[in-house]
C-alpha cells in the first residue's frame, strides 16, 4: 500500500495538525501514514506538554497508523540532525513512499534547488555561517544567510533566499531535503502551506486554527476549556486524562530543582562537557546564577539570552546539560551513523500489516519491548522517559519505568 510519511512533536496534537494528515494524504494518494515523532523532549529544548504515549494516543485517534519514536539523541538537536534522524528511520522501514511537511512557502521551487546545492556541506559554507556568527548573528540566521550565499546568487536573489530560510518550517524543511539526499532514498518530498497560523505564533490567528505554542500558551494560563475550539476531541479528552491522573501539564518549571541542582555542583569545566554548551557559555552561566531574580528556569533563559544565543539553543543546552549529554556521544560522525532502531510506540490495524511488511523490508531492528534490545540511543531514552516521569505533578514509578513495561500503543 503506498504510505506517506510525517515527522511530528503533537506537542498537544491540534486543528492544524489534522489538517496536515489530511492533506498530506489527499496530495500522495497514500493510504497508510507512518509519523516518526519525538519522545518526552522535544526539538526546540522543551519538555513535551504530556507524555509520548498519550501524544501516540491523540495520533492513532487522528488516523495514523505507525507511531515511531525519533530517539532523544536526534530529537533535541538542531534542524540538521532532527531532520537527519527522522528521515533516516523513516527510510528505514522499508516501506514509506513519500514525505509530507508543511512549510510557509507551501511549494519546493526554491528549496529543492537549494538542497541539491548543500547536499554535501562544503568548507565554503562552514567558512560563510562562521564569518555571519562572527559578526553577532546567531546560528539560525548565519546558516541561511550562509546557504543562500554560497550558491552564487545575485544580491537580489540571495535576500529572498534568506527571507526564505528565515520561516523556521521553510528552513526544518530544507533539512529534510537535504537528509534524503545524503541518505540516496527513494522517498518523494511533498510540502503543504500552514494554514493561518505560524509556528511561532504566541495567540491564535483563526477561529478554529491555532499554533501549538499559542495552545500550550492558553493552556497553561487559562486551562484546557480555553482551547477547545482548536484542538480535537479526543485531544481535549486525553489531556483531560493525563492532567487529572498528575502526568501532566509539563514545562520547564517541573524540572527547576534537578536542573539547578546539576548547575550549582558542577564547575566550568565539567559543563563544557555537555552538548552545545559552546564559546564559552560554561562561563556565562556560573557568572550569571548569582544574579538571578528568581530561581526559575525562565529566569535563567532570560539572563541567559542575547542576539546570539537564541532561546532554542539555550533550552538545548540546559535540556543536554539535565539529561547529561556529553559532547563526546554526540560528534558529527556519531550522528552521521544514524539511529540504530525503530522503535514502535503506537499502530492501528493498518499499522500491524505494516509491521508485518516491515519484518521483510526495515534496514534497522524494529523494536517493540526495548527491554529486548540494548543500543545506546534507546538507553539514552529510558533515562529521558525516566527523568520526565519523575518531575511530573504526581510521579510514579510505573510511569518513570513505563517503557520496560507497557506494550506499544494500539486502537
Known amino acids: 500500500m503506498k504510505t506517506v510519511g510525517i515527522i511530528v512533536e503533537y506537542n498537544p496534537l491540534h486543528n492544524g495538525h489534522v489538517l496536515h494528515y489530511t492533506r498530506s494524504k489527499e496530495i500522495t494518494g497514500a493510504e497508510a501514514v507512518v509519523a516518526v515523532m519525538s519522545g518526552p523532549f522535544l526539538q526546540r529544548g522543551e519538555p513535551a506538554l504530556v507524555n509520548k504515549r498519550a501524544r501516540t494516543e491523540m495520533a492513532l485517534r487522528m ?8 530517539p532523544t539523541t536526534y530529537a533535541v538537536q538542531p534542524a540538521e540532525w532532527f531532520a537527519y534522524g527522522a528521515c533516516a528511520l523513516l527510510n528505514a522501514t522499508g516501506v514509506v513512499d513519500c514525505l509530507s511537511f508543511g512549510s510557509e512557502s507551501g511549494t519546493l521551487q526554491d528549496i529543492l534547488p537549494l538542497a541539491e546545492r548543500l547536499t554535501e556541506e562544503s568548507g565554503e559554507l562552514r567558512q560563510e ?19 543562500a550565499a554560497v550558491t552564487g546568487a545575485s544580491e537580489t536573489s540571495i535576500h529572498t533566499l534568506t ?21 540516496g532514498s527513494q522517498i518523494v518530498p511533498y510540502t503543504i502551506p500552514r494554514d493561518s497560523a505560524q509556528y511561532h505564533d504566541l495567540v491564535p490567528a483563526a477561529p478554529s486554527i491555532a499554533s501549538a505554542t499559542s495552545v500550550r500558551k492558553l493552556i497553561l494560563e487559562r486551562g484546557l476549556d480555553s482551547v477547545a475550539s482548536y484542538v480535537p476531541d479526543y485531544t481535549l479528552d486525553i489531556l483531560h486524562r493525563e492532567f ?19 548547575l550549582f555542583t558542577q564547575d566550568v569545566a565539567k559543563l563544557e562537557l555537555y552538548h552545545e554548551v559552546t564559546e ?7 557568572r550569571l546564577l548569582p544574579q538571578l531574580a528568581e530561581p526559575t528556569v525562565e529566569s535563567l533563559l532570560d539572563a541567559l539570552k542575547t542576539k546570539r544565543y537564541t532561546r532554542t539553543k539555550l533550552q538545548r543546552m540546559l535540556l543536554h546539560i539535565l539529561l547529561h549529554h556529553n559532547k563526546s556521544e554526540m560528534t558529527r560522525k556519531q550522528l ?3 539511529p540504530g532502531y525503530i522503535r514502535i510506540l503506537g499502530f492501528s490495524a493498518t499499522g500491524r500489516a505494516l509491521l508485518k511488511e516491515m519484518k521483510e523490508t526495515a534496514s534497522l ?9 540494548n543500543h545506546p540511543h534507546l538507553a539514552r531514552d529510558l533515562e529521558a522517559a525516566a527523568i520526565y516521569a519523575n518531575a511530573c505533578p504526581k510521579p ?11 506494550p506499544p500503543v494500539t486502537l
Do not use: C
Open 396 to 406: 510514579s514509578v510505573s510511569a518513570m519505568f513505563s517503557d520496560y513495561f507497557l
Open 63 to 70: 488516523g495514523v497508523d505507525l507511531v515511531i519514536e525519533l
Open 129 to 147: 555561517i562562521a564569518k555571519r556568527m562572527s559578526s553577532g548573528s546567531n546560528f539560525p540566521s548565519a546558516y541561511a544567510a550562509a546557504a
Open 280 to 286: 564559552g557559555l560554561e562561563h556565562r552561566i556560573h
Open 244 to 262: 487529572t491522573e498528575g502526568l501532566g501539564p509539563m514545562d520547564w518549571e517541573r524540572f527547576r530543582q534537578p536542573m539547578f541542582h546539576a
Open 336 to 338: 552521521e551513523e544514524g
Open 365 to 373: 531492528p524494529v523494536i517493540v519491548r526495548p527491554s529486548t534490545f
Open 163 to 183: 527571507q526564505l530560510l528565515s520561516q523556521p518550517n521553510n528552513s526544518l524543511g530544507l533539512h529534510y531535503l537535504i537528509a534524503l539526499k545524503r541518505l
